[in-house]
Structures are given as structure tokens and as C-alpha cells.
């Protein structure tokens, strides 16, 4: 076993590039997520948590607690496990701080009914496009001002890959730590505190410290095509995947800035007001047609 390159404790994580303790383990997942969270957000800014109950959102809950942000937890109810329900609730009363649960039924909407129905599109399309507009449209009527979600570096690069895989450059525009709130049109900023740990290492810190997670899977989600890629490069060298996130957020603000002329007209959905690429926005367009 190797020695923690900080204290010279028994390490109990080892990577190629250095070993940690379990102190300084921590504080390496804690700066990762300070970085982000401190040049995007301030104690005071309005935070709407996307939580799932799986590993990422359940950390990023932990981290922001122990950091002090002002945050509210959401969970989306879209009727398709009973037990994610359960551990939600549960959640709630192991880190004393109330869930709002919203359910797609107050929306008018059942998701899995839309899903049947359209048989031919893909299901995580469907949801992700829902789980979106409903916490942007919560988070705008209640007056938040960003939401955190529990994106991790190793997801970046996977989006990334399968946005050159189907040749998606709007696409890119996403994949970056923070997008800022653009109030005229109705749209919260993001923020991804997560963005520069990998899955794994994730995984490790949620195991290591004991944090419970819900571990069931979700019953339409077929995997990340490029994970076992990505962690290789990991095995082999972690900072290609730090560079190639930089990268991919240098690249999000140079669409940013030119996606209005180049890619997609500025437009508002006929239906609801949100902003959209054409006349109606993808959510009222799976939902309403
Ligand atoms: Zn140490
Ligand atoms: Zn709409």
C-alpha cells in the first residue's frame, strides 16, 4: 500500500497520478466541487438541487449542505419506481432538510404513456426533455436562480463523444460547468459541481464516507456508450480527461456566443413562452401532440 502523498497516512485511494488518505481524499472532492462552486455561485445565490437519489445528485446534496449553500432538493416523481419514492423520503429525514417532490401528473402529463406511445423515440429524450422544462418552469415561478445537477466529468466526455458520434454541435453548448441564468427569456442558470470528478471517483467518495444512495437503475436507461473508453483514459491518465473538460467549457461559451446566428433562429414556443429552436418548444411538442 502506498503512502498519502499529503500526510504520509496509509492511503486508502490510489490513482496513477498520486495516493490519498481518507482526509485527504475528501478535501480532494471537496476542492474539485469548491472550484466550481465559488467561481459560479456565492452563499446566498438561490439553488435549486436536481436530485435523483442516484450517487451524483445525492452527492452534490452532501457537499452542498456541508459547504453551507442556501439549496433546495427537488425530486421528480415520473411514476416509475416506487422504492426511488421510498429512499427520497428517507433521504429527507437522514439529512434533516425538506425534498419538494413534484410529480408529472401536476403537469397534466403522464411520462410513461408518452413514452409508450411514442415507441420509436428514445425514452431518455423524452424524460430528460420533461425533468428540464418542469424544474426550469418550477424554478422560475419560485425564483431561483440556478440549478445543480449531478454531472460528472466522466458524463461530459461521454456527451461529448456522442455529440461528434451524431454530429450535434448545438450540443456543446451544455457541456460546460456553468450556464448563466438569462432571465428575459425565462431560463435558470446551471451549475455542475461535479464537473471535474470522475464517475469513479465519485463512487468512491460516496462509498468511502458512507453516504447512502439509491442504487436501483432506471428501467429504460441502456448505459453510457463510451464509459469503458473514458475509463481507460482514467486508468492511464486523469488529467486528459481535466484538459479535454476545459476544453469542452471553452468550446460551450464560443457557441454560446454564436449560436444565435449560426445555428438556431431566437425563438419563443408558441405554446408555453419558453424559448425554442422552432415554433413549438421538443417538451410541448411531446406532450401535447
Ligand atoms: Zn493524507
Ligand atoms: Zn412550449
Redesign the pocket.
Known amino acids: 500500500m502506498k503512502l498519502c502523498a499529503k500526510c504520509q497516512k496509509n492511503s486508502v485511494f490510489e490513482s496513477k497520478e498520486t495516493a490519498l488518505c481518507k482526509g485527504h481524499f475528501n478535501e480532494y472532492i471537496f476542492g474539485k466541487a469548491s472550484k466550481v462552486l465559488k467561481k459560479y455561485a456565492d452563499k446566498k445565490s438561490k439553488i435549486l438541487l436536481a436530485l435523483s437519489g442516484g450517487k451524483d445528485s445525492v452527492c452534490c446534496f452532501y457537499i452542498l449542505s456541508r459547504l453551507g449553500y442556501d439549496f433546495t432538493p427537488v425530486y421528480l416523481d415520473f411514476n416509475f419506481n416506487e422504492k426511488n419514492l421510498r429512499f427520497i423520503k428517507k433521504l429527507s429525514d437522514k439529512f434533516k432538510k425538506e425534498i419538494i417532490i413534484l410529480k408529472s401528473s401536476d403537469y397534466g402529463i403522464e411520462i410513461k404513456k408518452i413514452m409508450d406511445k411514442k415507441s420509436g423515440s428514445n425514452p431518455c429524450v423524452i424524460c430528460s426533455t420533461a425533468r428540464r ?1 418542469i424544474l426550469n418552469d418550477y424554478g422560475v415561478k419560485n425564483n431561483f436562480e440556478m440549478i445543480s445537477t449531478g454531472h460528472n466529468l466522466t458524463d461530459a466526455i461521454n456527451q461529448a463523444l456522442n455529440n461528434m458520434k451524431n454530429n450535434f454541435l448545438l450540443g456543446f453548448k451544455n457541456i460546460t460547468p456553468f450556464l448563466k441564468p438569462q432571465k428575459e427569456k425565462k431560463l435558470l442558470g446551471r451549475i455542475k459541481p461535479l464537473y471535474l470528478a470522475t464517475d469513479n471517483e465519485i463512487k468512491f467518495f460516496m462509498e468511502m464516507n458512507d453516504i447512502p444512495y439509491f442504487k436501483g437503475k432506471c428501467p429504460y436507461f441502456k448505459g453510457f456508450f463510451f464509459k469503458k473508453y473514458i475509463n481507460d483514459i482514467e486508468k492511464k491518465d486523469k488529467d486528459i480527461l481535466i484538459k479535454m473538460a476545459y476544453s469542452l467549457s471553452n468550446f460551450s461559451s464560443v457557441i454560446e456566443k454564436t449560436k444565435n446566428d449560426i445555428f438556431i433562429s431566437d425563438k419563443l ?6 424559448p ?1 429552436s422552432g415554433d ?2 421538443s ?2 411538442k411531446i406532450t401535447k401532440y
Open positions: 422544462y414556443c408558441k405554446i408555453c413562452g419558453y425554442s413549438t418548444c417538451f410541448c
